[in-house]
């Protein structure tokens, strides 16, 4: 079945058709690695690996690339106030971001580009923008001119007058205009530094996005993403440069924006003080419950974020794995789980990962009345597709606590059979007072008893 995408540039959904079907290229903006990252930032890698799962399906080869910005001054000023080179603070939290998102559940993007590894790009591209006129040197900076390209603006669908003025813009002496953007600046002695034709600097934000990407994808890419936060100016500048450095050739044929997410109903900020870093909710909380939640609502729309809507995700998933615990027995088809039609049909449409969900609890329902191994092998089947239902029920049920002594509580298990088959009734429900300060839970059926973790 066709797939329809909302495209941000022209503001419609369509039909996607990549530009060579045998090649279907797609960019994510990554992090910038200075600490780690909060749950807000985690909403576009998880949506869009859905997308990506999807896209493999439908084409024979799709090249994902998804970068690090690892030069930055937010990384100059903790590499300072720590003592230690850039590379210190980068290496650190790019590996915490990479362990972060295989804790959701996200695989790797094919390609994982450091813009520190793309200065001899950057520094080329650079020179194409002044070579035609874009871009100008000024006092060791190297600028680009918004007047030089009559396009700028269009992305984000506003003036552009109106976009520089709400951009708090650095107006500074050497500019022509107040909202030409740094392609490179120079650096000080102390400030990390590579020599190009404009002097010892570092590169602008904008421009190593658009370097890592016609490097490793082409100059025309068929899917641009990012968090809607990063339509102006970082997509609007990306346009911007890499059109009028290939020669007014299309960037990016679609562009997808995640909204954002919200704090019981408030934005997050540091000045609020409810910004939730990811690797401490991934200590307090099943990371395939934070992944639903982060699913659980329509990609482009905002999404609140509450401790209420976590439990609730966990509550979901407990219901679908003790369906797949019931079926422990039911052997599953030969060959590749089949992904339901209908689950298919939801994706396809602009990614509709609420409706997804909502047919992944119909399969969970008919699974549990059926119990039959095709039900079984479509609840796994559509799950796969979202990322979800990846672990054995055991693992599930049994997650987040590696001080749980599993010897003691099968022992206590035992002791409490004993007293049932000799009618201790009284010692039977004290051991099951016991095990519940202990966090578990238990549930006596056909199949004997069976115990899981009910702590958060």
Excluded at 158 to 179: H, M, S, T, W
């Amino acid at each position: 079945m066709p797939i329809s995408l909302y495209n941000s540039l022209t503001r419609r959904a369509e039909p996607f058709a990549p530009l060579d079907p045998e090649r279907v290229t797609m960019y994510l903006c990554g992090p910038t690695v200075y600490n780690y990252v909060h749950i807000g930032n985690a909403r576009g890698p998880v949506v869009f690996d859905v997308l990506v799962r999807l896209l493999r399906r439908h084409y024979p080869h799709v090249v994902y690339a998804r970068n690090i910005t690892d030069v930055d001054d937010k990384i100059n000023a903790a590499a300072q106030q720590q003592g230690v080179q850039i590379d210190a603070i980068t290496n650190r939290f790019a590996q915490a971001y990479r362990d972060d998102m295989a804790g959701l559940g996200v695989a790797p993007p094919d390609i994982e580009p450091h813009a520190t590894t793309h200065i001899a790009q950057i520094v080329t591209m650079i020179e194409a923008l002044i070579d035609g006129g874009h871009a100008y040197a000024a006092e060791g900076h190297v600028l680009f001119d918004v007047g030089s390209f009559a396009d700028y603006g269009k992305l984000s669908g506003r003036d552009p007058d109106e976009l520089i003025a709400g951009a708090r813009v650095e107006v500074a002496p050497y500019k022509r205009n107040a909202g030409d953007f740094v392609l490179w600046k120079p650096s000080t002695p102390e400030l990390p530094g590579w020599d190009s034709p404009w002097g010892r600097g570092r590169p602008g934000w904008h421009i190593e996005c658009s370097a890592m990407s016609a490097a490793h994808l082409g100059e025309t890419i068929d899917i641009h993403a990012g968090g809607v936060d990063l339509l102006f100016p970082h997509h609007e500048n990306e346009v911007a440069q890499s059109t009028c450095a290939h020669g007014g050739k299309l960037f990016a044929r679609w562009w997808m924006h995640n909204g954002m997410l919200t704090f019981d109903g408030r934005k997050m900020s540091k000045s609020l003080g409810n910004v939730l870093l990811l690797h401490e909710l991934l200590k307090l909380h099943p990371a395939e419950a934070l992944r639903l939640r982060l699913l659980s609502g329509h990609y482009r729309q905002p999404l609140d974020w509450s401790e209420a809507a976590i439990q609730q995700a966990t509550s979901t998933l407990d219901g679908w794995y003790r369906v797949l615990r019931d079926l422990a027995d039911v052997v599953l088809p030969a060959g590749e789980l089949p992904v339901p039609p209908r689950i298919e049909a939801a994706l396809c449409d602009d990614l509709n990962t609420p409706q997804a969900l909502a047919e992944l609890s119909v399969l969970a329902d008919a699974a549990r009345q059926s119990g039959s191994a095709e039900a079984k092998a479509a609840l796994l089947g559509g799950a796969a597709l979202l990322g979800l239902l990846q672990q054995s029920p055991e693992a599930w049920f049994r997650r987040g606590d590696e001080a749980i002594d599993e010897a003691r509580i099968e022992d206590l298990l035992e002791q409490r059979r004993a007293a049932r088959a000799s009618r201790d009734f009284a010692r039977a429900d004290a051991i099951r007072d016991e095990l519940a300060a202990l966090g578990i839970a238990i549930e006596d059926g056909a199949q004997g008893t069976r115990w899981s973790i009910v702590k958060a």
